[in-house]
Nanobody, 126 residues
Framework: QLQLVESGGGLVQPGGSLRLSCAAS????????IAWFRQAPGKEREEISC??????NTYYADSVKGRFTIFRDSNKVHLQMNSLKPEDTAVYFC?????????????????????WGQGTQVTVSS
C-alpha cells in the first residue's frame, strides 16, 4: 500500500517559517508528481504547490507564490514556507500521482492523486 507521511507542522508566529517534509513508505517519490494541498476548516482542499516527476515543472497557487518553495531531497519532498500569514493556517497534506500533465499552470484535482498522507497541522498565530 502506498503511504505518505508528512512532518514539520506546528505553531508559528506571523512572519515566521516552517519546513514541511513528505516521505514515502513502500515506494520511491522519485518518479512521482508530488503536490502539497491544504484544507482550512470549512473550506475545500486546495493545491498550493506541486513538483513534477522529473522536476521540470513546479506549480504554486497565487496565495503562496514568492513565499513557499517546493523541492526534492533524498526521496523526500519539502515545502519551505516563509513569511507565514494567519490565513496559511490549515492541515497540510502531501499527495503523489504517477503520469504526465501534472504541476502545470492550473491546480491539479485531488482525485487525480492516488496516495495521500495523514496531514500535518500548521497554525500561524501570535
Amino acid at each position: 500500500q502506498l503511504q505518505l507521511v508528512e512532518s514539520g507542522g506546528g505553531l508559528v508566529q506571523p512572519g515566521g517559517s516552517l519546513r514541511l517534509s513528505c516521505a514515502a513508505s513502500g515506494f520511491t517519490l522519485d518518479y512521482n508528481n508530488i503536490a502539497w494541498f491544504r484544507q482550512a476548516p470549512g473550506k475545500e482542499r486546495e493545491e498550493i504547490s506541486c513538483i513534477s516527476s522529473r522536476n521540470e515543472n513546479t506549480y504554486y497557487a497565487d496565495s503562496v507564490k514568492g513565499r513557499f518553495t517546493i523541492f526534492r531531497d533524498s526521496n523526500k519532498v519539502h515545502l519551505q514556507m516563509n513569511s507565514l500569514k494567519p490565513e496559511d493556517t490549515a492541515v497540510y497534506f502531501c499527495a503523489a500521482a504517477y503520469g504526465y500533465n501534472y504541476c502545470l499552470g492550473s491546480p491539479d484535482k485531488p482525485d487525480d492523486f492516488a496516495a495521500w498522507g495523514q496531514g500535518t497541522q500548521v497554525t500561524v498565530s501570535s
